[in-house]
């Protein structure tokens, strides 16, 4: 089963623009994931915050986290034509020691 | 460090063949993760590995589906008698850490005609 799911489904947005995007999980965590896919291929993965994190930045990317809300977001500023992929959450969704991931968001930028 | 790697990268099949994709992970890791994934989804978990024990099983993953990690080295999953409905591209990931990041092959599409 899944255990986050993405907020919006599909997204638009002009080169330079920033784009955010949610992740809502049903479960206590111990860490939440963000990982990106270009179309055919692997994931890769982007950023880990820990539970006891609330925000962390890598490069253009910004992620925070709300424990008590179940939620997280991930923050891309200052977009390129090539940040143009899906990007899904995941989480470990406490004993499990997998990861579980959601359905994701597609994130378009035009050039 | 040369990644994951699976093969073969893309298979088509006939419906009631079997069909087994391989992966090998990256070498010092010693988690091992498949999962599936159809268009449009996210990653759906199936099976997971510490050295050769397969430790979690995806209710979800028929009798149809057998995983191995013999040595704890490469893993293969195997699917008998396919369906239409196994057509989904299989990822592979590893790990060194128990829920750390993962690194993934670039999957081995199935298609089942």
């Known amino acids: 089963s899944q255990q986050g799911e993405e907020d919006p489904q599909a997204l638009s947005i002009q080169e330079g623009e920033n784009a955010t995007m949610n992740c809502s999980y049903k479960?206590?965590?111990?860490?939440l994931q963000w990982y990106r896919q270009n179309s055919g291929r692997g994931l890769v993965h982007l950023i880990l915050i820990r539970s006891n994190e609330r925000e962390k930045h890598s490069g253009r990317l910004r992620v925070t986290l709300d424990t008590s809300k179940k939620s997280s977001s991930l923050l891309i500023t200052a977009s390129r034509a090539a940040d143009t992929a899906s990007y899904f959450c995941?989480?470990?969704?406490?004993?499990?020691?997998?990861?579980?991931f959601g359905a994701g968001t597609r994130l378009t930028v035009k050039p | 460090d040369t990644g994951v790697s699976q093969d073969p990268r893309h298979k088509i099949t006939k419906r009631g063949q079997n069909v087994t994709f391989r992966c090998d992970p990256i070498?010092?890791?010693?988690?091992l993760y498949w999962y599936r994934q159809t268009l449009g989804q996210g990653p759906e978990f199936l099976t997971y590995?510490?050295?050769?024990?397969?430790?979690?099983k995806s209710r979800l993953l028929s009798d149809r589906f057998s995983a191995e990690r013999p040595k704890g080295s490469f893993s293969t999953l195997e699917i008998q008698r396919t369906e239409q409905g196994d057509s989904a591209m299989y990822l592979c990931?590893?790990?060194?850490?128990?829920?750390?990041?993962?690194?993934f092959g670039e999957g081995s599409r199935l298609t089942v005609l």
């Open positions: 995941a989480t470990d969704a406490g004993n499990n020691n997998d990861m579980r």
């Open positions: 479960t206590s965590i111990n860490n």
């Open positions: 070498s010092e890791h010693n988690r």
């Open positions: 590995f510490q050295n050769e024990a397969q430790l979690e």
């Open positions: 990931a590893s790990s060194l850490l128990a829920r750390g990041e993962l690194f």
